[in-house]
């Protein structure tokens, strides 16, 4: 994965961002707005993506490396100038902005036909549709993906709020995000989601 931020302008994930910020909150560099390809140290993870609504509205995606997974999550909520963590950390990290630049990253487009996305969660072989209007329904057997998207045009990404059921540790729900990422050209969506204390990180691709 890459450090993201993605700032939702949908109500969806203006509720989901709400949800978890009752622990120490942070102060973060000034990141603008949009989409941006950022590095920033401070934290363990240092480098990914940055997409910010206009109104402050963001969540915040950190890896290790630009090509690793997402370890941490920092929420924003309009008009707020702090930021939430996950997991949380009894620490006060001082942070450095060490690159901030336009990066491609959109929301994706809902279908106009249900179609079904195929994943990996936790190296087993999951299936979902998505429907015209962003409701996620599982399908196939075993470990079970439902939930709904709210994609906007024009904005840097989508609200997801996701249920995982029968899926071992990972089950219960999730809120966070889904973009279509300029550095995964195969994958139809990238999916970044958290349930306050654990972060899920995965692709999804049409079938």
């Known amino acids: 994965m890459r450090l993201r931020i993605l700032i939702p302008l949908l109500g969806l994930m203006l509720t989901a961002c709400s949800n978890h910020h009752d622990a120490q909150t942070f102060a973060l560099p000034d990141l603008g707005s949009g989409a941006r390809r950022v590095v920033i140290s401070g934290d363990s993870a240092t480098d990914g993506l940055a997409l910010i609504a206009t109104d402050g ?112 540790t990972l089950s219960g729900d999730y809120s966070g995000v889904a973009f279509v990422d300029a550095d995964a050209a195969n994958a139809n969506m990238h999916f970044v989601v958290d349930n306050g204390t654990a972060i899920q990180d995965f692709y999804a691709y049409a079938q």
């Open 57 to 168: 509205r963001a969540y915040l995606m950190l890896g290790n490396d630009s090509n690793a997974p997402s370890t941490v999550v920092y929420r924003r909520d309009a008009g707020n100038s702090r930021w939430s963590r996950v997991p949380a950390i009894a620490e006060n990290p001082t942070y450095a902005l060490k690159l901030n630049e336009a990066d491609a990253a959109t929301a994706p487009t809902l279908p106009s036909a249900a179609t079904t996305f195929r994943t990996s969660l936790n190296d087993t072989v999951v299936t979902f549709t998505l429907q015209p209007g962003g409701n996620i329904v599982a399908s196939g057997a075993g470990c079970q993906l439902s939930g709904k998207l709210s994609s906007v045009a024009g904005q840097p990404a989508a609200g997801a709020a996701l249920n995982f059921k029968q899926c071992g």
